[in-house]
């Protein structure tokens, strides 16, 4: 069965950086584009970023462009995310998630998520 | 960004009923909507995609209708396992999530 087991997460200070994994397996992890998504404490859910299957797409929200870098490893079954300058606003529960569409060049919906992992930014 | 709305922002209801949930995009996106079910400390399933197709292993009492700008999703017979908090998200343009309808007791 699909399994994405996010890790990494834990307290940052404000302008720090985090860098988070997503562990994949039970489908062929090169075969899906990927996503991450998160929640801040009390809010509803807010897309983030996406990576094509193949790494050779990538899109991020407005509100991390700059900032945040995704990035996989498709021989190791594994995404990444790495975010700079973090704020209060950063704050929040990160989840990967797969794709629906095979060998898609865009990103569609979101068909398996992990747990998620909690950042909370705080001095 | 294309924002989206979501009626009741929660509801009591009892094992046995009907719960309808209503969610509005700001624009026509067709059937690009997508349902999920969050429960805390748990990973979001997936419920519903295209508006109306039920995700492999969804229970068949959840469905989904709509397209354009207003969508339904419909829990016949509510479970206990189905307390949770129910949210839509438009997947025309770069994904956005309804605010979420929490379903309790």
């Known amino acids: 069965q699909v399994q994405l087991v996010e890790s990494g997460g834990g307290v940052v200070q404000p302008g720090g950086s985090l860098r988070l994994s997503c562990a994949a397996s039970?489908?062929?992890?090169?075969?899906?584009?990927m996503h991450w998504v998160r929640q801040a404490p009390g809010k509803g859910l807010e897309w983030v970023a996406f990576?094509?299957?193949?790494?050779?797409?990538?899109y991020c929200a407005d509100s991390v462009k700059g900032r945040l870098t995704i990035s996989r490893d498709n021989s190791k079954n594994t995404l990444y995310m790495q975010m700079n300058s973090l704020t209060t606003e950063d704050t929040a529960t990160y989840y990967c998630a797969k794709d629906f569409g095979l060998l898609s060049g865009s990103y569609s919906f979101f068909d398996y998520w992990g747990q998620g992992t909690l950042v909370p930014v705080s001095s | 960004d294309i924002q989206m709305t979501q009626s009741p922002s929660s509801l009591s209801a009892s094992v046995g009923d009907r719960v309808t949930i209503t969610c509005r995009a700001s624009q026509n996106i067709r059937t690009y909507l997508n349902w999920y079910q969050l429960k805390p400390g748990k990973a979001p399933k997936l419920l519903i995609y295209g508006a109306s197709s039920l995700q492999s292993g969804v229970p068949s009492r959840f469905s989904g209708s709509g397209s354009g700008t207003d969508f339904t999703l419909t829990i016949t017979s509510l479970q206990p396992e189905d307390f949770a908090t129910y949210c839509c998200q438009q997947s025309y343009s770069s994904p956005t999530f309804g605010p979420g309808t929490k379903v309790d007791i």
């Open positions: 990576i094509r299957y193949d790494g050779n797409n990538k």
């Open positions: 039970g489908f062929t992890f090169s075969n899906y584009g």
